[in-house]
């Protein structure tokens, strides 16, 4: 299945005449195709049912040209039928709008090499710009691990944990996207330049509003249902209780997408938003990028090992055994007869305990009796 050359152009003028992610107008276009929704809010217009002043923008965008300009660019608008088109993006049909936007994009502005049907195991790494030392460290380690893993990083391209989150995939020679709020030929924040230049030659740098469009609020938030909805599961590293990243969480959620939070330390006002998605159970905690990826794969694949501390001699003793040895003295011998009786064993199997723990070394003799040695005390 093919976008028909009409209805391509048709996106390509809502595109350009509408905010990005109105959830009205893309539910519209996703019903009913472009062409007749075009059809649709024109007449409404007419009627002036609503305020539909950008609808008379409809008709002024020139399809063609804006398709030439971007092509002399280096990006390619995909729609909905072509091959590249994430099939993911389809789940953008059943969540409840948030702050009004929602719904099925009608096309995406993509520079780079990267396709986005190959982003179907992609991880989103999103969090505070005001990030700490200790944010940018976990971030930019986790994403290195997703990307040597053969998984694409998925950010905003933003300051603090979205800039880490990709440094650490490109550091670790892995794919990373950066979601834009803006147009992908401009760079926001300006000072990241440099940055999405370089994604845009080796990955790609998506967004739903069309070239030349500046960053806005409503924008970001537009924005950040894709950044959900491209990827199998978003992972929020530090967001405080109103950072913005929480609505990229929201959306993961209400997609049916692991979402994933990093713990900081308890007194973090950086971390207060995780930690409560964390608390009441939305997010899933994580510390490592293993960890994202056992949570993210197929079952039985990428299982993190338990972690467990180093195993000590007492480790390895029977239930007698350990009894017997607890009945050892620290600082003075006593008999095997005293032994047994704390213990609540024969002393024969006293006894015998006794002899197998000394050649372990951690029991010997004395004048007096049976006394635990200094490997015993030291709680090996």
């Known amino acids: 299945m ?27 276009v996703a019903d009913h195709g472009a062409l007749a929704a075009m059809a649709s809010f024109e007449e409404k217009a007419a009627r002036r049912d609503d305020d539909l002043a950008w609808v008379a923008r409809l008709r002024t965008v020139d399809p063609d040209r804006e398709l030439e300009r971007a092509q002399r660019l280096g990006i390619r608008f995909v729609v909905p039928g072509d091959a590249e088109w994430p099939s993911s993006l389809g789940d953008l049909r059943h969540p409840e709008p948030l702050h009004g936007r929602g719904g099925v994009p009608i096309g995406l502005w993509v520079r780079g090499p990267l396709r986005l049907d190959a982003l179907a195991d992609s991880v989103a790494v999103v969090g505070s710009r ?31 944990i979205d800039q880490a989150a990709h440094r650490g995939a490109i550091a670790a020679g892995g794919a990373t996207v950066a979601v834009l709020a803006c147009g992908v030929d401009r760079a926001y924040p300006a000072e990241h330049a440099p940055l999405i230049t ?28 894709l950044i959900a909805a491209l990827t199998a599961g978003t992972v929020l590293v530090e967001a405080a209780l109103r950072s913005g990243a929480l609505n ?42 293993h960890e994202v990826l056992e949570l993210v794969a197929k079952a039985g694949e990428h299982l993190v090992e338990v972690p467990r501390g180093p195993s000590t001699l ?57 006394v635990q040695t200094a490997l015993a005390r030291s709680g090996a």
């Open 248 to 289: 990229t969480a929201t959306w993961a959620v209400g997609l049916h997408r692991p979402l994933m939070g990093v713990p900081g330390p308890v007194t973090s006002a950086a971390s207060g938003g995780v930690h409560e998605r964390i608390r009441v159970g939305a997010a899933t905690l994580v510390t490592s990028g």
């Open 198 to 225: 370089h994604i845009g030659e080796t990955g790609a740098v998506v967004s739903e509003a069309a070239p030349g469009c500046s960053p806005m609020r409503v924008r970001f938030l537009a924005r950040n249902r």
């Open 130 to 160: 005001s990030a700490t030392t200790y944010g940018t460290s976990v971030a930019h380690d986790l994403s290195a691990v997703l990307a040597r893993s053969g998984r694409p990083v998925v950010s905003g391209a933003a300051y603090g």
């Open 2 to 28: 093919s976008c028909p050359d009409d209805e391509r152009l048709a996106r390509v003028r809502f595109s350009r005449a509408a905010e990005p992610g109105v959830a009205t107008i893309c539910d519209q």
């Open 314 to 370: 007492r480790d390895r003793l029977k239930g007698d055994q350990s009894r017997v040895l607890e009945a050892v003295p620290v600082s003075r011998g006593v008999p095997v007869e005293s032994i047994a009786r704390i213990a609540g064993v024969s002393a024969a199997t006293a006894d015998m305990h006794l002899q197998f723990l000394a050649v372990e070394g951690l029991v010997t003799t004395t004048g007096g009796g049976w």
